[in-house]
């Protein structure tokens, strides 16, 4: 079981201030983590960091996932923002960077050459928000049919969906030890 020490995300903050200072848009300290907030195009760099920098070692990729401020009651730096929470098995802490992602471009490089582990994360948030990942493997829909049409995680898409339901073809189920047709 993982032990937080306080006074190792301290001083993860403290390490990314001096390295990232002017860059960072935001920084916020949670219970167990610390959230950094940048632009798309700092975002690799920043995890880059935590992975490389042997005082740190982010070698631990947990999660990724996307977010749209459209109807967000404050305002926030762009629409789109991609979290992505690393931990450090050798400080015993969280991070989190989330980028913000601009709405009429929505890009960012990815990150699936330093983990792996984001290569499916980064196709379900391009599925689902249609934030592109620059230089990507196989950037392709995961979840939906490939000539589907929107992004349906947007908050602007409609609640009910487009009348795109019926269009869906329909799988039945075959009773186990039974052949199709038999």
């Not at 730096?77 to 050798?90: G, H, I, N, Q």
């Not at 009910?160 to 039945?172: A, D, I, L, Q, T």
Request: hydrophobic share 40%; net charge neutral.
């Amino acid at each position: 079981m993982l032990t937080y020490h306080k006074e190792n995300l301290l001083s993860l903050a403290a390490k990314i201030e001096a390295a990232f200072g002017g860059k960072l848009l935001g920084k916020e300290e949670k219970t167990q983590y610390v959230q950094f907030s940048v632009t798309a195009q700092d975002a690799k760099p920043l995890i880059r960091f935590l992975k490389e920098e042997p005082d740190l070692g982010f070698t631990y990729f947990i999660d990724q996932c996307g977010v749209d401020y459209l109807k967000y009651p404050q305002a926030m730096p762009e629409r789109f923002a991609v979290v992505t929470t690393l931990m450090s098995p050798k400080l015993g802490v969280k991070v989190q960077v989330r980028a913000f992602v601009p709405a009429g471009e929505p890009r960012i490089a990815t990150v699936s050459d330093l983990f792996h582990g984001a290569n499916w994360t980064e196709r379900e948030i391009w599925d689902l928000y249609g934030v592109e990942f620059l230089g990507h493997p196989d950037l392709k829909r995961i979840l939906l049919p490939d000539d589907y049409e929107g992004h349906p995680l947007r908050k602007d898409y409609p609640q009910r969906g487009r009348g795109e339901r019926g269009s869906f073809p329909v799988y039945h189920a075959v009773p186990a030890g039974k052949a199709p047709g038999a």
